[in-house]
C-alpha cells in the first residue's frame, strides 16, 4: 500500500482505547432488527479507539475522531460525550470537533438509540448500553488527550480483493452498459488506510494507530448469533493492534 504524508505539517498525535462493552446477556443485539435476537454470551469484548490530531504550532485546534465496536453512533451518545468532556476540558472539546463513527458489527448490545424505530426492535431504552458508550468512548478521548505527543499522519489506499461481495448483484447489472464497464468490479474494491505515527526520541517514528475504511458490512456473524461481539472489522483491529505491538516490541 502506497501511503503519502506532508512532512511540512508539524502535528501533535494521540491514541487511546477503552472498553465499550455493554450488558451481554438478556439485551436485543443491534442490526438485524430481530425482536428475538437476544444476547446470552460474549465472544469478544467490544472497545473504542480515539485518535486526536493538533497542530503543533497551535494545540487548541485539534479534532478527535472515535470509532466504535458498535452498529453506529447515536445522538443521545454523543451528547452525553459531550457534556461529560465538557465538564472536564472546558471548551477544548466540543461537537465540532468530536466525531463518533460505529463499525457497524450487527452484534452489539442494543438499545442506546433515541429514535422510536430503532427502540421498538431494540426493546426499548437500555441504560447499561448506554452508560458502557458514554463512558467507555470519554475514557477513551481522555487517555488520547494524555498520549498527545509530536508525530505525523500518512493516509493510502490498495485494492483488496476475495474480501466483499455485491449483495444484490442482478440489480447493479440493470445499470447501463457503459457505466458498469467504468469499473473493474461490482463493488468498490479500494481500502484506504490513514496511519498514525509518534516521533521516537531516538528518531523515526513509531507506528501507534491507524483508521481504514472499507465497503464490507458488519454481519459475517449472521442474526442466529446470541454472542457480543465485534464482528469483521472488530476482529481486524484486534489482529492489527496485535501486530503493532509486536513490532514495538522488537
Known sequence: MALSTRAEDEYLVG???????GPVADVNLMGYANPTQIAGG????????????AEARDPSARFVFVNLDACMGSQAVTRG??????????????????ALSGTHTHSGPAGFLQYLVYSLTALGWVSQTYDALVE???????????????????????????ANINRSPT??????????????????KTLTLLRIDQAKKEGG???????????????SVNNTNTLVNGDNKGLASQLMERELLRRAER
Do not use: C
Open 81 to 98: 460525550v459531550i457534556s461529560a468532556l465538557e465538564s472536564r476540558f472546558g471548551s477544548l472539546y466540543s461537537d465540532s470537533n468530536v
Open 136 to 162: 467507555g468512548i470519554v475514557r477513551a478521548v481522555e487517555r488520547a488527550h494524555e498520549d498527545l505527543r509530536p508525530g505525523s499522519l500518512a493516509a493510502g489506499g490498495a485494492e483488496l480483493l476475495g
Open 171 to 188: 440489480a447493479y447489472r440493470a445499470n447501463p452498459q457503459w457505466e458498469r464497464d467504468m469499473y473493474a468490479h461490482d463493488i468498490d
Open 205 to 219: 517514528g513509531l507506528t501507534v494507530g491507524a483508521f481504514s475504511w472499507f465497503p464490507v458490512h458488519g454481519t
Open 15 to 21: 491514541v487511546g482505547k477503552a472498553d465499550i462493552t
Open 42 to 53: 460474549i465472544l469478544s469484548r467490544q472497545y473504542a479507539r480515539a485518535f486526536i490530531v
